[in-house]
């Protein structure tokens, strides 16, 4: 397979931003799409009401679009630069499950193990390789025809950049959902990352000039309560008769 990825519209924009005169981050109107090419083999198992599918995926990419930093000695100035740079290798492993523990009870699972090496083609001396990935849970509960349950959990590991790796990232709901009044009215609760106020997005980049650290804290926690209504029956006819009809023709 083959995915073209063009790049945004803000990476495109050569306004230099110097809010710090220190650090310094532009786009590059020269930018081109990237291309990145896969190979893909998978196999999946079905086995009464359980399933498991298996894919084995390897990617290359020989200029993708990367964000990376660039030191100058003479004026001790920190550039934030964007161009078609990077040389990209990824292998994953992807594994998904879904099954039914029991009649009323579902449960389905994914994981995806990846090990990735970029490399600058500008600048051999910025390479860098690892490993990431991601698993998340789900599962629910019928406890009556009305009544059901769920909760789902999802963690993932920090990406390889060229220059250092993103921050890791957690979350965790549960929720639960009653039907009234023959099944006309639902009324559902759900709770996400509870035991959470905040969360912080950390990230680290690092050359042979700098080091750099950021830290994001964002609020995680939240309960939202939703009430559904469904009244009525809709009905529609539509005409299947094709072709254009130009009745906003000036007549002769």
Do not use: C
Not at 31 to 39: K, V
Not at 133 to 145: A, E, R
Not at 156 to 174: C, E, I, K, M, T
Not at 242 to 250: A, E, M, P, Q, V
């Amino acid at each position: 397979g083959r995915r073209l990825r063009r790049p945004y519209i803000w990476d495109l924009n050569p306004f230099v931003s110097n809010i710090d005169s220190l650090n310094i981050r532009y786009g590059n109107p020269d930018l081109g799409p990237e291309m990145t090419n896969t190979g893909e083999l998978g196999y999946t198992v079905l086995k009464g009401k359980t399933s498991i599918s298996m894919r084995f995926i390897q990617a290359f990419n020989n200029r993708q679009i990367i964000n990376y930093t660039s030191f100058d000695e003479q004026s001790g100035i920190t550039s934030a630069l964007i161009a078609n740079a990077g040389v990209n290798r990824a292998t994953t492993f992807v594994i998904n499950l879904s099954t039914k523990v029991t009649k009323l009870w579902s449960l389905s699972a994914g994981a995806n193990g990846r090990y990735v090496r970029i490399r600058n083609r500008f600048d051999k001396s910025q390479d860098n390789h690892g490993v990431g990935g991601y698993l998340n849970i789900n599962s629910s509960y019928q406890v009556t025809p009305q009544w059901s349950a769920s909760v789902s959990g999802f963690v993932s590991r920090p990406d390889v950049q060229l220059q250092g790796q993103s921050g890791y990232f957690r979350s965790y709901n549960a929720s639960t959902s009653y039907k009234l009044f023959k099944n006309k009215i639902t009324i559902a609760v759900s709770a996400n990352n509870f035991f959470t106020k905040y969360f912080s997005y950390i990230s680290r980049s690092s050359d042979v000039n700098f080091k750099l650290y950021s830290e994001n804290r964002n609020l995680q926690r939240s309960v939202n309560m939703s009430v559904r209504w469904n009244f009525g029956k809709l009905s529609e006819s539509v005409s299947r008769k094709r072709g254009i009809n130009n009745d906003d023709l000036k007549a002769q």
